[in-house]
């Protein structure tokens, strides 16, 4: 019998969003006349067409596998170029950010990076987590055995935690121990916080003294709306040394049924083998990529490119601007009842301190039965997330004003 990975059993009892699922769809078995009802707005999925520059691009893409004379099969493992040259054009020289093409690697999404970036990195090293984040961050490190057991307040032996409350506004400090990988997620998720230049700089700065390296989610970046807020952590001196940034057109492009990411690893950064030497992350990175992944499909990344044309643009603005308004609506809706709010101004996120002190999971309970609205509980994103809860706006402005109602009606 073959031995499994012990470090799986260490994980809590299932992943979040699944957990979800299987609540509210036991709650739907036990009550179908109230099933219809139910408004999700707990995952954060999308609800709106793609912009019609990706869908057209996309027809002509398949249209272009019809032909022999057109036809793609294998294409570069990091990405065709065309796309690279793109993202690198659009996203960060017009913003006067250094990134160059060949640094940019296509992939399938950001989930996908987050956790396959830990290939590439030994199992000795320190790993700083804010905490409350985004699940995947730490459970692909309980996966690939860089923690120790679960404590029962849910969080692992052997991470170092940067909190996250309503007194740091939600983004983490600079720890006074050493950390040689650090996550950073801004816009953050869930909380929906952003990060100043002079906070970011922080980070900077502590990652060139520590020799650590940032693993910099970018995810949400489209969603600023206010040029003082850097959009990368690349648009911070020094960053280029101490830094990956991962983005995702799943929010950007409305492609989360669609799958496509990327990361960006600039030529200069180093980490080092178990001899001192010092080693090419991004060589590093692209021969794992040649070897795991035959790279995301030519359809998809012809539609990611037309998301950068002048039409493109300005439909993902137009797709942008509607979430925000709708995460408008939500933040009103909360704070009209005296909840704390945080978040839902340059994230689709709404971050709420539940009435009343409830844990996390009672208020999902009570959302569901009374007002049927699923919402996500902040204790699934960390300790620190107890007492608190998520609401997406990533929803039809219908649904937004149906749930608008019912939380002025039931809290």
Not at 236 to 264: D, H
Request: net charge negative; glycine share 10%; charged share 20%.
């Amino acid at each position: 019998m073959a031995n499994i990975n012990q470090h799986f059993l260490k994980l809590q009892s299932g992943y979040l969003f699944p957990e979800i699922g299987r609540r509210v769809a036991a709650f739907a078995a036990a009550n179908p006349e109230k099933a219809p009802h139910i408004i999700r707005c707990g995952i954060g999925d999308v609800t709106e067409p793609l912009p019609q520059a990706a869908i057209d691009a996309m027809h002509k893409a398949v249209d272009d596998q019809s032909k022999r004379e057109t036809f793609h099969g294998y294409g570069p493992e990091q990405g065709y170029a065309w796309l690279r040259e793109a993202i690198a054009k659009v996203s960060y020289k017009q913003r006067g950010i250094e990134v160059e093409a060949d640094e940019i690697f296509v992939s399938d999404g950001a989930k996908c990076d987050t956790g396959n970036i830990l290939d590439i990195f030994a199992h000795n090293n320190t790993i700083a987590i804010p905490d409350p984040v985004y699940p995947v961050y730490v459970d692909t490190n309980v996966m690939a055995g860089n923690t120790g057991d679960a404590r029962t307040d849910g969080s692992y032996e052997g991470l170092v935690y940067l909190p996250c409350t309503p007194e740091n506004n939600f983004v983490p400090q600079v720890p006074t121990q050493h950390a040689d990988l650090i996550y950073l997620c801004f816009p953050n998720n869930p909380t929906g916080a952003v990060a100043t230049y002079e906070q970011l700089q922080e980070w900077v700065n502590y990652a060139l003294a520590n020799d650590s390296i940032l693993l910099y989610d970018g995810a949400y970046e489209a969603f600023i709306s206010d040029t003082s807020i850097p959009t990368s952590i690349f648009a911070i001196p020094g960053a280029r040394q101490c830094a990956i940034e991962f983005r995702s057109f799943s929010k950007q492009g409305g492609f989360t049924g669609v799958r496509c990411g990327y990361v960006v690893i600039p030529k200069e950064l180093r980490g080092r083998d178990a001899a001192g030497n010092k080693i090419s992350v991004s060589e590093l990175w692209k021969r794992r990529t040649g070897t795991k992944f035959n790279g995301a499909s030519y359809i998809v990344q012809r539609g990611a490119a037309a998301l950068f044309t002048d039409e493109g643009l300005e439909q993902t603005k137009s797709l942008i601007d509607f979430y925000l308004s709708n995460a408008g609506l939500l933040r009103a809706a909360c704070m009209s009842v005296g909840l704390n709010v945080w978040g839902g101004i340059h994230a689709p996120y709404i971050w709420v301190q539940t009435p009343e002190g409830m844990k996390s999971w009672d208020f999902f309970d009570k959302m569901l039965r009374e007002a049927l609205v699923v919402i996500t509980p902040g204790a699934g994103f960390g300790a620190h997330g107890e007492g608190f809860f998520r609401i997406s706006a990533f929803n039809s402005r219908t649904n937004v004003e149906e749930v608008c109602r019912r939380i002025k009606r039931f809290l």
